[in-house]
């Protein structure tokens, strides 16, 4: 048996030496780029003596390094809450932290699909009234995120009169924040004042480019009667309310924004009189 005590190991290239290892170790450590393939004999060995003397070179056979691979640490859901009324439907987006991990793959499950059901996409369908928490599952390390959903029926409202009170609503209104508080516009004027102790009811779509800031729907004049007040989330959200008017109201209807530059389109705006 060769003796080897006293012999490096060299690895070679072609005739380009890749590395040496220690004096009298029959291994020694190349570190490659992941991914990196070799086919047969195009990385070589020998063993080199202290006198000089080296052996022949001997092929190695053809390998392949691994890829390397990037762990996923998180999961980021978008957006975080979401209302939906019966029969809606609205994707959550959910990605891995870091955005170059190796595994990307998520899987989605719902805490009650009684109340709201999820697909491979993303997609989440609102079943029936409810709440229900939509979790986004990395198959990497098992992180994950989740969606609170709240789901509303959709409510005939209960009116004398379905007409709308609310003047120029085939247009849809759009406001950008500047990051303020108490930044406040008009939407639309009202085909009549409505009176103290009026319930109406208010049904509007609206949809926030970024979920950042709040926004509240209010009365036009003094005292403002709040009609919604929450905080703005990315997508288009289904509002309802029916509230009884605590004074005189008779300029129409107002967006406020609080600390926000989203951009906020209010569409499909009605509000009907139920009873006085």
Not at 222 to 245: D, F, K, M, N, R
Not at 267 to 276: A, D, G, L, R, T
Request: aromatic share 6%; glycine share 8%.
């Amino acid at each position: 048996m060769t003796d080897r005590s006293k012999q490096t190991l060299n690895i070679y290239k072609g005739d380009r030496l890749v590395m040496s290892g220690e004096i009298g170790k029959t291994s020694v450590e190349v570190a490659l780029p992941g991914g990196t393939t070799a086919t047969d004999g195009e990385y070589q060995g020998t063993f080199k003596d202290t006198d000089g003397n080296e052996s022949t070179k001997a092929d190695f056979p053809a390998f392949k390094v691994p890829l390397d691979t990037v762990t996923v640490t998180g999961v980021t859901v978008d957006p975080t809450t979401a209302n939906m009324k019966v029969g809606d439907t609205k994707v959550i987006t959910a990605t891995v932290v870091p955005t170059n991990a190796t595994n990307k793959a998520i899987t989605y499950a719902s805490s009650d699909e009684k109340i709201a059901t999820i697909a491979e996409n993303g997609t989440v369908t609102a079943v029936a009234a409810g709440t229900a928490d939509i979790t986004a599952t990395a198959v990497d390390g098992g992180s994950n995120a989740k969606c609170a959903v709240t789901v509303v029926a959709p409510v005939a409202p209960v009116t004398t009169s379905n007409r709308n009170l609310a003047v120029g609503t085939e247009t849809p209104f759009t406001m950008t924040g500047n990051g303020s508080e108490n930044e406040i516009k008009r939407m639309y004027s009202t085909s009549k004042p409505i009176a103290k102790g009026t319930t109406v009811t208010v049904d509007f779509d609206i949809d926030s480019t970024k979920a950042e800031g709040n926004y509240m729907v209010q009365f036009a004049n003094e005292p403002w009667q709040v009609i919604s007040s929450t905080p703005l989330t990315t997508g288009t959200q289904h509002q309802s309310y029916t509230i009884t008017a605590d004074a005189d109201y008779s300029e129409g209807i107002q967006l406020r924004l609080d600390k926000s530059t989203s951009t906020v389109t209010v569409s499909n705006f009605i509000i009907s009189e139920s009873s006085k």
